[in-house]
């Protein structure tokens, strides 16, 4: 937990670098996965909660025309709300955020559904405004495996060329979901830092969905970003699951890794239907019931800690960061700054 | 065939207007329709003929995912030829693309098929880089009414909508296969200036493509745009055409309608195949077979005239343009900077 890659930034010759935040202006705050029932009302809790930049989801199975049809759906929110929220493409587009007090909303896939069979796509969907997507999201894709099948091949031939495609126009390999070897493989097949950017590491709690060491450590030692997920299937307690808990951990993480290399990336699911949760596990590929990380008797969206609840409450984590022994370098740095830095490495052609 | 436009032009007081090419920058050369075999001879064609900005048709029939297939094929030849082409978005491109001696390539539609019954998609190709979009191709489209139909109702309940959107977004209403009372009410209904982008007077060359002088007339009164085509079906005198006849045309026009309203938009097909024009004229929408423009006598695409036959053959317009009489600066209006100007106030938001 040392300031030392900060520094190596600082020094950087790069002239498009974003000069780090001066004291002219506040460290940026990015959470860096949400997928809430948007409304006016959250995208005013994004403003009250000065919240400059969140990663959102457009697509869990949609192929790329149902895909387009939430492109569209948000682009009449940018165009009834500008003084809230405008798409983000790039990295300076957060410090406009900054500047101008809205939120920049960039878009992401949890699923590579959207780009079918076509390699072609991956840069379409790079000119509408994807940034992330998530080579496989519980299941096998065509590109990689997710987390819930019983054995994984790694990166499908289709997976390789996607990767590279995505390495070439910016658009960043997410394995939130996706299972040890394929994310072993894609971390080593980029030859730009890939995310994982809503989970937390398994030796804190064994759940499916969370990252052994050897990923995190495989991830970071790549330059790779890990973004902690407050969805309470990924805490230890569930629930129940105290501030206290979460930082030390986050503390854990950055002994591990890195602080330069972590942030947040919430998962926060806010104000939805279960039916959402039922589309995200189930999509169309079983007549049966897939529980995902609930169960029978559980098979909702699970209460949010009373810590966090909305983007309104990342001021909670923030001294939750700063009480564990984070510098206020190291806490701006997890808190934004971090995710601003490899947003702005990320979103340009290789 | 005065400057007066231009000296207003200069005036302006819109920060953001392109400044009027000096003498450190050669004057525009810009063609505002093509639909060429594209390749690599092409581009280095559009190179050695100093063309800066081509608008090209990336649809006739297409639905929109066919029509992103064409999208992803131009980005395969932006990825392969960068010396030689990108996609331009701007005005600012074409002078860029002077600066770095390649051609910006400008995306347009024929036909609204694309965006199929969605208004949502109208931003979605806004954003993938479309420019102009015909309302419609020859037939009855959702929108409006083409030159080939029996009877014309003018713009339906969708195409209003979809021109007030068209104007919001920057997406330029191109009436040049549409029928007379839709062109008009498409004038009458945008709040912007619109374009026929490939077509000649009806007065010159009574052809059913060629456009009534009441249209022009309201076309440029509204402060819209004519690019006159060198497609010999629109010529008079086909193939045969002279050089004299088509620039001394030109001259009638200007001073009907005023030269700052009229530029260039060959329709120049150049090395396709005849399938190509069974294509545009019949779709997926007959069985039969539609002849358009030709006959059963000559299906195919007829010989250019000997003066115009590919990129290279700008020149020859701009002699020819000289020699009728127009002054310098005219002529530079009508190479292509009268096309800048028009780019300029069109592609951006409303």
Redesign the interface.
């Known amino acids: 937990m040392n300031g030392s890659e900060m520094s190596i930034r600082c020094e950087s010759p790069r002239p498009e670098r974003l000069p780090y935040h001066s004291e002219h202006m506040s460290p940026a705050r990015v959470d860096c996965l949400q997928y809430s029932n948007w409304s006016e009302s959250i995208f005013r809790e994004m403003r009250a909660g000065e919240v400059d930049a969140v990663h959102v989801t457009i697509a869990y199975h949609e192929s790329?025309?149902e895909m387009?049809?939430r492109?569209?759906e948000w682009?009449?929110w940018f165009e009834r709300f500008p003084e809230l929220i405008f798409l983000g493409r790039s990295a300076a587009d957060i410090r406009r955020a900054q500047t101008e007090g809205r939120t920049a909303i960039f878009f992401g896939f949890q699923n590579p559904s959207p780009i079918e069979d076509?390699i072609?796509?991956i840069?379409?969907v790079h000119?509408?405004?994807v940034r992330f997507m998530q080579l496989s999201y519980n299941n096998q894709s065509l590109l990689a495996t997710g987390c819930y099948e019983a054995d994984d091949p790694g990166l499908t031939r289709f997976g390789v060329q996607a990767v590279e495609e995505m390495n070439r126009v910016g658009l960043v390999v997410d394995m939130s979901h996706s299972a040890d070897r394929s994310t072993l493989e894609a971390i080593a097949a980029s030859s730009r830092p890939i995310a994982i950017t809503h989970a937390n590491p398994h030796w804190w709690h064994p759940a499916l969905r969370n990252k052994s060491d050897e990923v995190l450590r495989a991830l970071t030692d790549a330059g790779g970003m890990l973004g902690f997920s407050l969805y309470p299937h990924h805490l230890a307690g569930g629930s129940d699951c105290t501030l206290e808990s979460f930082c030390s951990m986050v503390a854990e993480a950055a002994d591990r890794y890195g602080s330069e290399h972590l942030g947040l990336g919430s998962d926060l699911c806010q104000s939805q239907p279960d039916s959402v949760v039922e589309w995200m596990r189930n999509g169309r590929w079983t007549k049966a019931m897939d529980y995902g990380e609930g169960s029978a008797s559980a098979p909702g969206f699970p209460a949010q800690p009373s810590w966090f609840g909305s983007n309104l409450d990342f001021g909670n984590v923030e001294k939750g960061l700063a009480a564990v022994g984070f510098t206020s370098d190291e806490v701006e740095g997890l808190m934004g700054e971090n995710w601003l830095r490899f947003f702005d490495d990320s979103f340009g052609p290789a």
């Open positions: 790329f025309r387009v049809l492109v569209e682009n009449r076509d072609g796509l840069e379409i000119q509408l405004g």
